[in-house]
């Protein structure tokens, strides 16, 4: 146990830790991109890997040009970031409502079943452009392109959290005459809930993926859009500065759930408290 203490890193080491990786990925791209740092051993020449991998320093700049030059990416993120709120809590709602509703209903689940599993199999890009024939290309069919991920993921985190309830718990709070609304209340859903933030954190990115692939094929708005018009004419530095704004909001976002669960999951017991008891 002391052996574990002193080799378990502190929260301000960790961070320190984590940035430095950070700084030293860029540190190592920039050095490789950079033509004259280096002899290229990759391509024939020093401004190829600058042309396919973009420069890190023009990236950031870029970004920087975004933000506070021109300002003129904040229209095209609040789109995205509706999008992916949006198909975020429709796509955890209804995976939610239907995962506590096939679990506790178990004729219904054994007929839902094989419809259930063909639709999980089945690959949601490809539903991307139909989507876009029923709902137009502005935010609905980003929307449910986002909601088709979600949902899935969200479902069977909520049916296998139900299941898992003890049978014992069950039989005492059965015992105590409680009614089926008060199993759900207090047995149900607080077994489920720690299954339901598990889930999120991948939701969460899952979400970003189907805002920025419907407008990737798709919209004249939004962060996919500026991305694709990057790719389009071949400015790798655009595109990767794209990536990189989407990728930070995605852990914001990421973030933002994680302290929800903290506040939500107070109840739960630490790791270790069980075993100091």
């Known amino acids: 146990m002391g052996l574990c203490k002193l080799i378990k890193p502190s929260p301000r080491n960790l961070r320190v830790w984590q940035l430095g990786v950070l700084v ?3 540190a190592l791209w920039h050095v490789l991109t950079t033509p004259g740092l280096i002899a290229p051993f990759l391509f024939e020449n020093d401004r190829q890997a600058a042309f396919f991998f973009g420069e890190p320093l023009k990236i950031f700049g870029r970004v920087w040009d975004w933000f506070i030059v021109h300002a003129d990416i904040y229209r095209h993120l609040v789109v995205t970031l509706i999008e992916t709120a949006s198909a975020f ?3 955890t709602a209804l995976g939610l409502a239907f995962g506590l509703w096939l679990a506790l209903s178990p004729l219904a689940a054994a007929i839902c079943d094989p419809y259930i599993k063909a639709a999980n199999s089945m690959p949601r890009v490809i539903l991307a452009p139909i989507f876009a024939v029923w709902f137009g290309l502005g935010m ?3 929307v449910a392109l986002g909601v088709t991920l979600v949902f899935f993921i969200v479902f069977f985190n909520v049916y296998q959290g139900v299941k898992e309830v003890s049978p014992v718990v069950l039989a005492n709070a ?6 089926r609304r008060q199993l759900l209340r207090h047995v149900y859903l607080p077994s489920a809930m720690s ?3 598990s889930s999120l954190h991948t939701s969460v990115g899952l979400a970003f993926v189907g805002a920025v692939v419907g407008e990737y094929l798709g919209s004249s708005q939004g962060v996919g859009y500026l991305i694709l018009q990057a790719e389009g004419a071949f400015d790798i530095n655009t595109v990767m500065a794209g990536i990189l704004v989407l990728t930070a909001f995605a852990l914001g976002l990421d973030a933002l759930v994680g302290v929800a669960e903290k506040r939500l999951m107070k109840w739960q017991p630490k790791a270790g408290e069980t075993e100091k008891l």
């Not at 059965?174 to 009614?179: E, N, Q, T, Y």
């Open 24 to 26: 030293a990925v860029f």
């Open 89 to 91: 809590a429709i796509g």
């Open 140 to 142: 609905a069919s980003k």
């Open 174 to 179: 059965r015992m105590l005459g409680a009614s």
């Open 195 to 197: 299954w339901v933030f």
